[in-house]
């Protein structure tokens, strides 16, 4: 035990430093991982021990690395245990997302985020002869034309998967024009009433995903952001309780005592306020799940077939509208603690667009509180809450209360 500790503090500290998102897609990150994965696998503790035991040890801050590179040793043990075949999606959707695209020495933000991920996935298939892997990305409508750098990305690096339909590029903007059969109930174009921000992107490509007949085994699909905030290698992680029967749903999540986040001030200030409220206006949500709003859940087949018609929101609540949906239909669902490196830099909510994003999206809350049942319909503060005006949300911004129900007073 005394040598095994001493291997690991020396791990521990010869981790490269992880800043950003982009810090855990290097070479010099993936040939640490190498040697946390050869030193896990030959470990005779369990990943809640060993994670235990750094946490006491050892800073937040001094054992990001470690700890990030030991969630995606769990995950890779994870995914050698497959025995029988499985399928899984990851949805990638994009909105001006042309530099997290570009390698680092092209674009200062850049994150070589779709051969990055396209890569992960088929290392991953390599752990188990069972495992199939697939990339959807879809194009919310880009005016910087994401979805075509995407699609050039994939046909030069990854043909074979273009081929064989292993890598996907949707457009939402086309599918509107079409009228596609997958579209969302209702969605309009970027200048509509009923335009996406995100959701609607993501449920087209959940359709596609639901749609795919050559899917093998229990398929498992992935909603996922365009960033690499959530290094993909972890897939095994969320998986785990579905492939055990113990879950249909479960939602990564930031907020447990074994996450690793590593979140950009600004991002922790805004939206308390927004959680006060969903957690109010959804209690039985909020017993459940803390983090909501995190782009990594894994819903089988089945499940999200039977809640994706319900679903009516295209913009950032639609995340919760999932989980709210298989609430209200009896889905088990779980959550998993995961590592999560923000990429705040390039992120395309900035500014005064987040106060109108917020302002916006506690109408919508209200809205899934009063179609699903969720609260009292004669709630005063649900009554408040869809009435407030826009320039009344950005006074209370400024100066949230203590607790919402001051609110009312």
């Known amino acids: 035990m005394c040598s095994d500790k001493t291997t690991m503090d020396v791990l521990i500290e010869k981790a490269p430093p992880i800043t950003e998102a982009y810090d855990a897609s290097t070479a010099e990150f993936r040939g640490y991982l190498g040697e946390v994965i050869s030193w896990y696998d030959s470990h005779d503790g369990d990943y809640a021990s060993i994670d235990a035991e750094a946490r006491k040890a050892y800073s937040a801050e001094g054992v990001l690395g470690f700890r990030l590179a030991l ?22 959707p994009v909105y001006k997302e042309t530099a997290r695209m570009q390698r680092r020495e092209a674009h200062p933000h850049g994150e070589d985020s779709i051969r990055f991920k396209m890569a992960a996935l088929q290392y991953l298939e390599s752990l188990s002869p069972m495992l199939s892997c697939r990339l959807i990305v879809i194009d919310d409508g880009c005016t910087d034309g994401s979805g075509n750098m995407a699609l050039n990305i994939l046909k030069t690096d990854f043909a074979d998967a273009i081929e064989n339909k292993k890598a996907r590029v949707f457009f939402l903007s086309e ?3 079409a009228n596609d059969p997958d579209l ?24 596609k995903a639901l749609a795919d007949e050559m899917a093998t085994g229990q398929h498992i699909i992935i909603d996922n952001d365009a960033d690499l905030s959530i290094h993909p290698e972890q897939i095994g992680l969320i998986i785990e309780p579905i492939l055990m029967g113990r879950a249909e749903v ?44 995190r782009a990594f859940k894994a819903f089988t087949h089945s499940a999200l077939k039977r809640v994706i018609d319900r ?17 209200s239909e009896g889905v088990t669902m779980e959550k998993r603690g995961i590592a999560y490196i923000d990429s705040e830099a390039a992120s395309t909510q900035q500014g005064n667009e987040i106060t109108e994003t917020y302002y916006h999206q506690v109408h919508q809350i209200a809205g899934i509180a009063r179609r699903y049942q969720t609260i009292d319909p004669f709630d005063p503060l649900l009554d408040l809450l869809e009435s407030i005006g826009e320039q009344d949300w950005q006074q209370i911004e400024s100066n949230p209360p203590q607790r919402i129900e001051d609110l009312l007073v």
């Open 184 to 207: 969302p109930t209702g969605l309009t174009h970027k200048d509509g009433a009923n335009r996406s921000v995100k959701g609607g992107a993501v449920l087209l490509g959940m359709r």
């Open 175 to 177: 599918a509107i024009d």
């Open 71 to 92: 969630k995606v040793a769990e995950s890779h043990r994870i995914l050698h245990t497959i025995t029988e075949p499985v399928t899984i999606t990851l949805l990638n």
């Open 311 to 327: 679903l009516a929101i295209y913009t950032f609540p639609y995340q919760i509208e999932l989980l709210q949906a298989s609430i």
């Open 250 to 293: 479960v939602a990564g999540s930031r907020r447990e005592a074994d996450s690793v986040a590593l979140i950009g001030g600004s991002r922790n200030a805004r939206g308390r306020l927004f959680i006060q409220i969903w957690q109010y206006l959804l209690p039985q949500l909020s017993q459940q799940i803390i983090d909501t709003n």
